[in-house]
Each structure stands twice: as C-alpha cells, then as structure tokens.
C-alpha cells in the first residue's frame, strides 16, 4: 500500500508561515482527489483543503485564503502553505483521499504545527 510521510511542522508566531509536504510512495496524485487534514488536540480531525485530478482546489472556510494548495505529481509531493497562520491552527496535520474512510490509505504520523507567541 502507498505510504503517506507529512512534514514541515513546527513552531511558529501568529502571523507567520510554514510550508507542508506530503511525500507519497506511489504514484497517487495525479489519480486521486487528495486532501490535508488537521486534528486539534481534543478535537475531531477535520478537512482543511482539497485538490481534483484537476488540480482545482477547495478550502475551508477557517483557512480560506491564507493556505494555498499545490502538488508536483513527479515527484509525487503535495504541499500546503499556510500564511497569516493563527493559535487556533495549531494542530497535528495530515494528508490522504479525498472521499470515505474505506477509501483512505493508511494515516501517516502526520507533522505538528504549532501557533504561538
């Protein structure tokens, strides 16, 4: 099965930028609509962006127009800029499938980002 590795994470101030990557052991984007996810600690994990076989691209609300969405198929990465980040963004991230738990591979250990003064 096609293994999912998220880093990136880190410790950053309010206001400020990281870069995530997903690398994927297969070739998988190109084929399947791919999404990051995030789980707060406490809290459910939840989508926050999702791009097409396309490549167009959907956000939630609460990141809508600071993370941006991209992926280079050749090198089989996806990755996820998160800019004017704030505390409440602070959560372990992950990438998968798009669509139904039965259809996602295996979760990653995922990269923690936190947001902190």
């Known amino acids: 099965q096609v293994q999912l590795v998220e880093s990136g994470g880190g410790l950053v101030q309010p206001g400020g930028s990281l870069r995530l990557s997903c690398a994927a052991s297969?070739?998988?984007?190109?084929?399947?609509?791919m999404g990051w996810y995030r789980q707060a600690p406490g809290k459910e994990r939840e989508w926050v962006a999702r791009?097409?076989?396309?490549?167009?691209?959907d956000y939630a609300t609460s990141v809508k127009g600071r993370f941006t969405l991209s992926r280079d198929n050749a090198k089989n990465t996806m990755y996820l800029q998160m800019n004017s980040l704030k505390p409440e963004d602070t959560a372990v991230y992950y990438c998968?499938?798009?669509?139904?738990?039965?259809?996602?591979?295996?979760w990653g250990q995922g990269t923690q980002v936190t947001v902190s003064s």
């Open positions: 791009i097409s076989t396309g490549g167009s691209t």
């Open positions: 998968n499938k798009w669509g139904p738990t039965s259809l996602k591979l295996a």
């Open positions: 297969g070739s998988i984007f190109s084929i399947n609509v």
